[in-house]
């Protein structure tokens, strides 16, 4: 809302777990790859190849995203984000929204 990130947390949540990092992460996931280029620091690179994105630091991979499209929607699909520094693995699954799919009555 332009005041921060604010959360509400289930009990279920690890602690450790920050809702701005979901967010930089899903940024990361979705976002075109020379928007996610820009927003990135100095020193930090974006590649993208054969349906992989790599965010790279020092010439090593800290993050990688694999990108399992559907054929017949290619909005939707899958993103398997993995923190190669943090050790975690988060999985984004988008689809194709249609008018019609979202109208309610």
Known sequence: DGRGVRERRTALAPEALEASSVLADIFLSLWPLEAVRAALPAGIEAHESAGVRRIVHAGRTVIEIR???????????????RNLD???????RTEEWTQAAGETG
Do not use: D, K, S, W
């Not at 990108?67 to 984000?81: D, K, M, N, V």
């Open 67 to 81: 990108l399992e499209q559907e054929e017949a929607a290619p909005l939707a699909g899958r993103r398997i984000l």
């Open 86 to 92: 943090f050790g975690y693995e988060l999985t984004i």
